[in-house]
């Protein structure tokens, strides 16, 4: 028979248990609250960690390479110094042959090229380049060059404006060609032509030039491979300089210009 001392120490033991295992179940929850509670700050951590790098540092990394990389790839660009254009279209007429001689070789000619820029004169080397002079007759009457971009501007090496491609894309031309001419020029020293100078643009051989020409508005180093027939005014050279100050399109030095350089009208006159 269990005495009522034995009965309260049973009792007491019992509490004791059920108290250690509450507290035993108390820790366990514990544990796992505070686990949990862990990784939850453990994601939040590494998921802020990666917000940092991934987004701020991103971010950042963009600034500082928007910084680097926007004088390249962006140039800054100066404002177009040309008007509109004069409503009209480009002629795609073309010959199969050279017009036949129709100038005085021994009269003096100039072209007047009436540009979105400005007023470009040039005085023609008619009896040292009669060939060309005449072709040049001939297109302009034809309004061939009328309303034709001016499609290449360099900046690194050679300073020319080049034009007379009624296409815009360099490769277009009267459908003719004609011989190279006045290639000892008297202005051509040191293989340089000289600034002012208007001469013929080619392929790279003998007698392919057609209807393309360069103005040269800074002393230029070539080879005397570029029939040279004219010679810009000096308001011409401040229209082209105008033309130059605005750069080209590509920031390498060759390029259209950043300039809207269209000849309204092309107009070859005898003086």
Not at 14 to 43: D, M
Not at 150 to 170: A, E, K
Request: net charge positive; charged share 20%; aromatic share 6%.
């Amino acid at each position: 028979m269990v005495t009522q001392e034995q009965r309260k120490r049973q009792l007491a033991r019992e509490k004791f248990l059920r108290q250690q295992q509450r507290r035993t179940a108390a820790r366990r929850k514990a544990r796992v609250r505070n686990s949990v509670i862990a990784s939850v700050l453990g994601v939040i951590l590494v998921g802020s960690l990666a917000l940092y790098t991934s987004g701020v540092m991103k971010d950042d990394d963009k600034a500082s390479a928007s910084a680097e990389t926007t004088p390249s790839a962006t140039p800054s660009k100066a404002p177009d110094p040309c008007e509109k254009a004069a409503p009209g279209k480009v002629e795609t007429q073309t010959w199969k042959k050279e017009p036949a001689m129709s100038i005085d070789k021994s009269a003096k000619y100039t072209m007047s090229l009436a540009t979105t820029c400005g007023e470009i004169g040039i005085a023609l080397k008619t009896s040292a380049a009669p060939h060309t002079v005449n072709s040049f007759d001939f297109l302009a009457n034809k309004g061939f060059f009328d309303h034709t971009k001016c499609h290449r501007l360099t900046t690194n090496g050679i300073y020319v404006l080049q034009c007379g491609d009624p296409t815009g894309s360099g490769s277009g031309g009267p459908g003719y060609t004609i011989p190279d001419e006045n290639l000892k020029d008297k202005s051509l020293k040191s293989n340089v032509y000289p600034a002012g100078t208007v001469a013929m643009a080619n392929t790279g051989q003998a007698h392919t030039g057609g209807s393309q020409f360069f103005l040269v508005y800074q002393d230029s180093q070539l080879p005397p491979s570029y029939t040279p027939f004219g010679t810009i005014s000096e308001s011409g050279m401040k229209v082209l300089k105008k033309i130059a100050a605005a750069g080209e399109s590509t920031g390498a030095g060759d390029g259209a210009p950043n300039a809207t350089v269209v000849i309204n009208k092309a107009t070859v006159s005898k003086s």
